[in-house]
C-alpha cells in the first residue's frame, strides 16, 4: 500500500491536492458495514475514528457515478470519498507495515531510537553474564561437599528427618486432689453484715440514688 497526492480540479481548475491509496492488499479493502477505516485524508490524524456507513460500487448512487464508500468521521459526520482514498484500519487486522507508515518523521526517529537503546541494553546485559534470569548455578565442587554432608547426616539420623526422639523417659507426677471447691472462697457472716451497713450508709447519703449527684 502507498499513500500519493493527486490534483484537486473544479471545473477544470485546481484548487488543491488529495490523498489516495495505490497497490492496496486485498485485506485492507473495507466491504463490510461498521467497520473502522483509515480515509487518507486521515492518514496521520490517529486520534480520528472513522467507520464504513455503505460502499456504492460505480453507477449505484447518482451522487458518485464512479463509485465510493460513505464514512461517519467522528470530527464531521458523514463525508464521502472515492473508491481509492479508504482503507481498513491497520490496527483492526494489526498490518503493521501500514501502521509504521503513519508515523511521522519525528517519531520514527524516536522510535528508531527507542530500538537501538533497547537492544544496546540487551547486548550489554549479555556481555555482563549468560542473560538467565535467577539464581546462578553452583559450582560443581561446592555442589559435590554438600552432597556429602547431606549424606552423612542421613547415615548418622538412620535417614530420618526432625529431632531424634529422646531416649529418657521421666513420668509426670498427677496432681493430688485437694477435695476442695473451685473458685473464690465465700465470705463470712461478719464480713457480710459489714458490707451491708456500708451499702445502707450510702443509700441513705444519696437519697437512694446511684451515680455522680447533677450539678446545681
Not at 37 to 43: D, K, N, R, T
Not at 47 to 75: A, I, Q, S
Amino acid at each position: 500500500m502507498k499513500l500519493q497526492e493527486r490534483d484537486w480540479l473544479v471545473g477544470g481548475h485546481k484548487i488543491g491536492t488529495q490523498c489516495f491509496y495505490s497497490d492496496v492488499e486485498q485485506e485492507l479493502v473495507p466491504t463490510a458495514p461498521g467497520t473502522r477505516v483509515l480515509p487518507a485524508a486521515y492518514f496521520y490524524e490517529k486520534g480520528t475514528r472513522c467507520e464504513l456507513l455503505k460502499r456504492h460500487e460505480p453507477g449505484e448512487y447518482r451522487l458518485m457515478p464512479n463509485g465510493g464508500f460513505e464514512v461517519w468521521v467522528e470530527d464531521g459526520g458523514r463525508r464521502y470519498f472515492d473508491l481509492d482514498q479508504v482503507i481498513v484500519h491497520p490496527a483492526v487486522i494489526k498490518h503493521q507495515k501500514t501502521l509504521d507508515k503513519m508515523m511521522r518523521k519525528a517519531e520514527k526517529e524516536q522510535a528508531k531510537r527507542d530500538r537501538q537503546y533497547k537492544k544496546g541494553a540487551r547486548d550489554a546485559q549479555k556481555a555482563k553474564g549468560t542473560g538467565q534470569r535467577g539464581r546462578r548455578p553452583m559450582d560443581p565442587a561446592e555442589k559435590a561437599r554438600r552432597e556429602q554432608e547431606k549424606a552423612a547426616r542421613a547415615i548418622k539420623s538412620g535417614g530420618k528427618r526432625g529431632r531424634p526422639k529422646s531416649t529418657v523417659s521421666t513420668p509426670k507426677t498427677p496432681k493430688a486432689p485437694t477435695g476442695g471447691k473451685r473458685g473464690r472462697r465465700p465470705l463470712d457472716q461478719a464480713t457480710i453484715d459489714a458490707r451491708a451497713r456500708e451499702a445502707a450508709a450510702r443509700a441513705k447519703k444519696s437519697g437512694g440514688k446511684r451515680g455522680r449527684p447533677k450539678r446545681g
